[in-house]
């Protein structure tokens, strides 16, 4: 493995994206400019590119096409050295700030997991 592509040799941010019309949010991990990770996001959802394992359309996904790209912001949370510093980020944000997507009680956002995943390559 090249260590361009060595998850243990970079830095990762945490990201939270916030829809402002209803307050949800998404936590995720990248590599690439926060800007730039927001663009691939919206672009995913216009071009309904992207769907789950069950065929559905990733929730944050079908919420940029509801609400209209305008309505989500995206700021950093936290940075880690490594992948697996980072997921473990992931998990307690999501955790913390009550971003899954489905299951009992109010659920205040868009995550389909509890995190921890493998980022989309490169680096989400």
Sequence with gaps: MSDQWDYE???FTIYLIRNRVNGKGYVGITIKALGGRLAEHIRDALEKKRYSANG????????IEKYGSHSFTIEELDRAYGLAEAQELETQYIKERNTFASGKGL????????????????YG
Aim: overall charge positive; hydrophobic content about 30%.
């Design 9 to 11: 040799q970079r830095w």
């Design 107 to 122: 659920r205040l956002g868009y995550n389909l997991s509890f995190g921890g995943e493998e980022p989309d390559l490169p």
């Design 56 to 63: 559905r359309r990733y929730p944050l996904h079908a919420a």
